[in-house]
């Protein structure tokens, strides 16, 4: 089995930073996408940024110019910089990782997901 561990969330004033990170553990073969998504209160979860095992990036244009996601492929690991957060972006936000793995043979393609941790952007 594959898990996803999150950290790096909490309480941040309006203008300030923090970095998540997701690290995926367990019978891994490769991971294609890694990608943060955010599920704010009364709103559908939503994609915030993703990126490829080759470095190609995707953002929502609502954090263009202000986040930054980046993965350390050695380590199985995804990060997200997260800069000049607005009251906005307060949300639970999961990391997920298209996992392929290898077992008896056999190759297995899976999207896992984080267990999720919170943003709170204070005005």
């Known amino acids: 089995q594959v898990q996803l561990v999150e950290s790096g969330g909490g309480l941040v004033q309006a203008g300030g930073s923090l970095t998540l990170s997701c690290a995926a553990s367990g019978s891994i073969f490769s991971i294609n996408v890694m990608g943060w998504y955010r599920r704010a209160p009364g709103k559908q979860r939503e994609l915030v940024a993703a990126?490829?095992?080759?470095?190609?990036?995707n953002y929502a244009d609502s954090v263009k110019g202000r986040f930054t996601i980046s993965r350390d492929n050695a380590k199985n690991t995804v990060y997200l910089q997260m800069n000049n957060l607005k009251p906005e972006d307060t949300a639970v936000y999961y990391c997920?990782?298209?996992?392929?793995?290898?077992?008896?043979?056999?190759?297995?393609?899976?999207?896992?997901w984080g267990q999720g941790t919170q943003v709170t952007v204070a005005s």
């Open positions: 990126i490829t095992s080759g470095g190609s990036t």
């Open positions: 997920n990782a298209d996992v392929t793995r290898y077992s008896g043979g056999y190759y297995f393609s899976h999207v896992y």
